[in-house]
């Protein structure tokens, strides 16, 4: 039996020889088992600044507009508002969108997880299918998901209700969970479907390691 072992562990060093370099490389850097842990602090960053402001504005009905860039390019709307160019924190987003202020009219939007512009202009959507309560802002939130595929979160000035738009759908009566899966789920980096076999089965030895150890 032990030799069946050793010609397996044998022929998995000839097939998997340039993963196991790579994953060697990986451990090295101590990045194999770390990458996802850390890749992703700038998103979940983002996330709760975003999280902080939607909670204080929407219990207080204070409607807003936010535009997070995707992959598809904002430039044309980014040059129509004014610029801000800062890190995104939940008190900037509340004293943007605070009624009677110079920057509450329009969108914000974030590029690169940093606050671009503010008073924003997003084009209007003319479906018929939006339901005829809603005003300005979610025509607006609905308009620029139809031409571009930006996320972007609306809170009603009359209810306080939060909704998404993303790829022309809108999403309405979030709640604190649902908005958060939402985010997490479209801001994340994802791992590469092709991701090496090796690394995934080298974690798996690390990860069972390390279970015994814990018992």
């Given at each position: 039996m032990d030799q069946i072992i050793n010609w397996g562990v044998i022929a998995m060093v000839v097939i998997f020889q340039p993963e196991i370099r790579r994953g060697l490389e990986?451990?090295?850097?101590?990045?194999?088992?770390?990458?996802?842990?850390?890749?992703?602090?700038?998103?979940?960053?983002?996330?709760?600044?975003?999280?902080?402001?939607?909670?204080?504005?929407?219990?207080?009905?204070?409607?807003?507009?936010?535009?997070?860039?995707?992959?598809?390019?904002?430039?044309?709307?980014?040059?129509?508002?004014?610029?801000?160019?800062?890190?995104?924190?939940?008190?900037?987003?509340?004293?943007?969108?605070?009624?009677?202020?110079?920057?509450?009219?329009?969108?914000?939007?974030?590029?690169?997880?940093?606050?671009?512009?503010?008073?924003?202009?997003l084009p209007l959507s003319e479906s018929n299918l939006i339901p005829k309560e809603l005003g300005t802002r979610h025509r607006a939130a609905v308009g620029i998901s139809e031409v571009t595929d930006a996320l972007t979160l609306v809170i009603s000035e009359e209810t306080g209700e939060i909704s998404i738009t993303k790829n022309n759908e809108l999403l309405r009566s979030m709640t604190r969970d649902d908005y958060l899966k939402f985010l997490r789920d479209q801001l994340y980096v994802k791992e590469p479907e092709n991701r090496n076999s090796f690394a995934e089965f080298v974690e798996g030895l690390f990860n069972k390691g390390g279970s015994k150890n814990e018992k």
């Amino acid at each position: 039996m032990d030799q069946i072992i050793n010609w397996g562990v044998i022929a998995m060093v000839v097939i998997f020889q340039p993963e196991i370099r790579r994953g060697l490389e990986h451990i090295g850097r101590g990045t194999l088992l770390t990458r996802n842990r850390h890749e992703n602090e700038a998103e979940e960053e983002l996330i709760g600044q975003l999280d902080q402001a939607l909670q204080y504005m929407s219990k207080r009905r204070i409607g807003a507009l936010i535009t997070i860039q995707m992959e598809t390019g904002l430039e044309e709307y980014i040059e129509t508002g004014i610029p801000i160019d800062a890190d995104v924190s939940g008190a900037l987003l509340i004293n943007t969108f605070i009624p009677n202020t110079p920057l509450h009219d329009g969108a914000v939007i974030i590029k690169n997880n940093r606050l671009a512009v503010a008073a924003a202009y997003l084009p209007l959507s003319e479906s018929n299918l939006i339901p005829k309560e809603l005003g300005t802002r979610h025509r607006a939130a609905v308009g620029i998901s139809e031409v571009t595929d930006a996320l972007t979160l609306v809170i009603s000035e009359e209810t306080g209700e939060i909704s998404i738009t993303k790829n022309n759908e809108l999403l309405r009566s979030m709640t604190r969970d649902d908005y958060l899966k939402f985010l997490r789920d479209q801001l994340y980096v994802k791992e590469p479907e092709n991701r090496n076999s090796f690394a995934e089965f080298v974690e798996g030895l690390f990860n069972k390691g390390g279970s015994k150890n814990e018992k």
